[in-house]
């Protein structure tokens, strides 16, 4: 799993750390049921305070993308069918600003299915699954 913290950057250190680990999951670096650094181990490999890397797993286990198991560890998960619903209508809440701000500086539908489409293959390491 590679993780790359920004000091510099206006976003907080959480929801960098938080996006940095969906996307892990999502270009398969992360695989569903493998035990991720513990919170203790990751602050100290990132030099961050243990506080921040928990608030990043307690975001994630909130959106049910980690599981913590009293025997194993914390371990990244994938939402189960009957939640897709729901992760949805979360992705498109999270979508709405992003889209109505690209609006707001002129880009078209169509370009805006190209961004998606880019970022999507970028992410999937070249790979696109419908």
């Known amino acids: ?18 996006n940095q680990i969906i996307e892990n ?3 398969g670096n992360l695989k569903p049921g ?5 919170i203790r181990s990751l602050a100290a490999d990132l030099g961050i305070n243990i506080h921040t890397v928990n ?7 909130q959106k049910g993308l980690l599981t913590m198991h009293n025997s ?7 939402s189960h069918t009957e939640e897709d619903e729901k992760n949805m209508s979360s992705v498109k809440k999270a979508l709405r600003p992003i889209i109505a701000e690209s609006i707001c500086y002129g880009f078209a539908n169509i370009q805006l299915k190209k961004i998606v489409d880019e970022l999507y293959k970028d992410i999937k390491g070249g790979k696109i699954n419908e």
């Not at 000091?7 to 929801?15: H, R």
């Not at 493998?34 to 513990?38: A, G, I, L, M, N």
């Not at 608030?55 to 286990?61: E, I, N, P, R």
């Open 25 to 27: 999951m999502a270009n």
């Open 34 to 38: 493998e035990e991720v650094p513990s």
């Open 1 to 18: 799993m590679i993780i790359r913290i920004d000091l510099q950057s206006e976003t907080p250190i959480y929801l960098q750390l938080s």
């Open 55 to 61: 608030k990043a797993y307690s975001l994630l286990k």
């Open 72 to 78: 194993r560890g914390i371990v990244a998960t994938r």
